[in-house]
Each structure stands twice: as structure tokens, then as C-alpha cells.
């Protein structure tokens, strides 16, 4: 069976970085496109960033780019997020996410001082 498990989340402060993992299992990762997904408690989940299957197209939601990176491993079935210049409003579940209906139980970013 499919499945998605994120990693790496935890408290940083401002200005800070984080490097979030979603290991992956039960399909063919390498042809694969996936997404990041964030929520944050009484707001809807928001797109963060999306790649192709082989890493060469990403896309990135206007309120991360420059600071945020999505990539991945194919040969370790794996997918990162490396996030810079955190900011307060980053704060959220970040999840993992594999068309058609696939998400990772997520991980808890929080960003404060």
C-alpha cells in the first residue's frame, strides 16, 4: 500500500531552517509527481510547493518562494523540503502528498522565538 512519512519538523526560531523528509513507499516513486501541502489550525490546507517526477519542474506558492526548496531522491524514494528564512506565519502541519488522494500523517513546523 501506498504510503507517505514525513519527518523533520520541530520548533525554530525566526530566521531559522528546517529540512523536512517524506519517505515513500508502496509505488513507483520515480514517475511519480508529488506535492507539499501545509495547514495551520482554523485554516485551509494550502499548496507549498509541487515537483515533477524526475526533479526537473518545481513550482512554489508565492508566499514561500525564495525561501523554500522541493526536491527529491528518487533512488531513495524520498522527497524533501528545505525551508530558509522561516517566518512566524510558516507555522503549520506540513504533509506530504501523491496524486490521487495520498497524504502523509504530517509534521508539526513551528516557528517562534
Known amino acids: 500500500q501506498v504510503q507517505l512519512v514525513e519527518s523533520g519538523g520541530g520548533l525554530v526560531q525566526p530566521g531559522g531552517s528546517l529540512r523536512l523528509s517524506c519517505a515513500t513507499s508502496g509505488f513507483t516513486f520515480s514517475t511519480s509527481p508529488m506535492n507539499w501541502h501545509r495547514q495551520a489550525p482554523g485554516k485551509e490546507r494550502e499548496l507549498v510547493a509541487v515537483?515533477?517526477?524526475?526533479?526537473?519542474?518545481?513550482k512554489y506558492a508565492d508566499s514561500v518562494k525564495g525561501r523554500f526548496t522541493i526536491s527529491r531522491d528518487n533512488a531513495k524514494n524520498t522527497m524533501y523540503l528545505q525551508m530558509n528564512s522561516l517566518k512566524a506565519e510558516d507555522t503549520a502541519v506540513y504533509y506530504c502528498?501523491?496524486?490521487?488522494?495520498?497524504w502523509g500523517q504530517g509534521t508539526q513546523v513551528t516557528v517562534s522565538s
Open positions: 515537483i515533477s517526477s524526475a526533479g526537473g519542474i518545481t
Open positions: 502528498y501523491r496524486g490521487p488522494n495520498y
